[in-house]
């Protein structure tokens, strides 16, 4: 951009004085945010208006202290002239007060400006999270997908037990790739400082490994998790644990087990 061609303009001096558009107005704010010595234009101009309002008013303060030392003196003043000043004094004070309402305007614009900006950064920020999210999960389905599907594909049901009769899931176990996705939609959302931990299991002796947890449960729509399983597992349980998870499973809080065929 020729900023000074910009400046010249006569664009900036609509700005100060609050006659743009919305949009003109949003135009001229990002320019001055960008190039410095537009902004500095916009300052000195500002600077121009306020310095003419404060002379307006001084000059008619000191026209009263004339008004005064005449009639001290003995001096008459005539009627034509006092009209004269009255109307001078008026259209001062009129020029003054149009352009502070301009700046003030100007200034809530300015500011109302900012607030648009930053909630269409926020609402930016949300929308590429929500992409984000989007393309994980659709990952995550594809992934899912190409698991079940496989030939090679284990699948284990995990009935209920004592602590949750009615809770359910299934594992989809690939032992080449040394993957099993945790179908959990059957399980209640856990208690707050609880998480659901996943294991895997040799049964005689009984020897729980843990696969992982089941991260952010209530947060997850569809409830289906990815974890790795190098392990040859018997069986599958799911346990509730304390938030962090447990080195051993409390099988008072077993919420489900599967025993996987071979």
Known sequence: MDTKEYISSGILE?????TLSELENLEVYLNAEKYPEIKKEIEDIEASVLSLTKSVSTGTKGFGD???????????????IKRKVSWTAYLGWAASL???AGLIWLYQKND?????????????????QQIADSQNSLEKTEDLLKTIRDKNITVVALG????SPTSYAKAYWNKQEKKVFIDAQGLPDPPDGFVYQVWSLKLDPLTPTSMGLLEDFVEDD???FALANPNESEAFGITLE???GSDSPNLEQLYTLGVATS
């Open 14 to 18: 609509l700005y100060v004085a609050g």
């Open 98 to 100: 149009l352009f502070l």
């Open 222 to 224: 569809n409830k289906v």
């Open 242 to 244: 304390p938030a962090g």
């Open 160 to 163: 209920g037990q004592t602590a």
């Open 66 to 80: 004339i008004q005064n030392r005449m009639a001290r003196t003995g001096v008459a003043i005539t009627e034509p």
């Open 112 to 128: 109302q400006l900012k607030l648009d900006l930053k909630v269409v950064t926020t609402e930016n920020k949300v929308m590429e």
